[in-house]
């Protein structure tokens, strides 16, 4: 049980476009879902926190006008990174969780996002 | 603010060795604590965690980890490990409370030879 999935897995796209990431919890509902990107070789850094029907907060320093965050569903949470540029390059990983402060976080396999 | 230092950026192992993975943490109030171990190119797996209790926890694929309060350590071992064993590893902390906002530590890369 527990299962995140992304998609896509990875995407190539030219600078200046939007590119839309969806994760989805398979078999529970994730009351909260969190995005995060990860550099090559590096630890995962939290961009933002979603909860179901609410607005995302967003970690210090990231752009929330860059990184527009959905979470229309108990289900299903979205990131688009507009006009995108290629320093956005990255993997970006979303997890879920039921919300409550002593519960896991399931992670999705990631994106691997290439800007040319 | 919490943070995470993981003090081994890189350990290299043979197969069937015992391994340490070392982490400590920094926070001012409680924390739960965790371990994750990511594959290539894959999201992370959650190894093992501490929230309560007995401060030995155990986790999946023969992982260990004892939480030491006064050392504010949470090192990952296994007695012996094996090729597949090879990865990235997580350490983690949230704060009671803190909504599972995780704070993740540099991560090691662990490298098991033949």
């Known amino acids: 049980g527990a299962v995140v999935s992304q998609h896509p897995s990875w995407v190539i796209c030219k600078s200046g476009t939007s590119v839309k990431i969806e994760c989805r919890s398979l078999?529970?509902?994730?009351?909260?879902m969190f995005w995060y990107r990860q550099f090559p070789k590096q630890s995962l850094m939290l961009m933002a926190t979603?909860?179901?029907?609410?607005?995302?907060?967003?970690e210090q320093g990231v752009e929330k006008d860059k990184f527009l965050i959905n979470h229309a569903s108990l289900t299903l949470s979205t990131l688009t990174v507009t006009s995108a540029h290629p320093e956005d390059s990255s993997f970006y990983i979303c997890?879920?969780?039921?919300?409550?402060?002593?519960?896991?976080?399931?992670f999705g396999p990631g994106t691997r996002l290439t800007v040319l | 603010a919490q943070s995470v230092t993981q003090l081994d950026s890189q350990v290299p192992v043979f197969e069937e060795a015992p391994v340490e993975l070392r982490c400590n943490y920094s926070?001012?109030?409680?924390?739960?604590l965790f371990w994750y171990v990511q594959y290539p190119n894959q999201g992370l797996q959650l190894l093992l965690k501490?929230?309560?209790?007995?401060?030995l926890v155990k986790g999946i694929n023969g992982f260990e980890a004892e939480f030491n309060k006064s050392q504010t350590s949470f090192h990952l071992r296994k007695p012996s490990v094996h090729i597949s064993d090879t990865a990235e590893y997580f350490c983690?902390?949230?704060?009671?409370?803190?909504?599972?906002?995780?704070?993740f530590g540099a991560g090691t890369r662990l490298a098991v030879h033949p």
């Open positions: 997890s879920a969780s039921l919300g409550v402060s002593t519960d896991t976080q399931y």
């Open positions: 926070s001012s109030v409680s924390v739960y």
């Open positions: 979603s909860n179901e029907g609410s607005k995302a907060t967003y």
């Open positions: 983690a902390v949230t704060t009671i409370g803190g909504y599972n906002k995780l704070i």
């Open positions: 501490y929230l309560s209790g007995s401060t």
């Open positions: 078999d529970f509902q994730a009351t909260t």
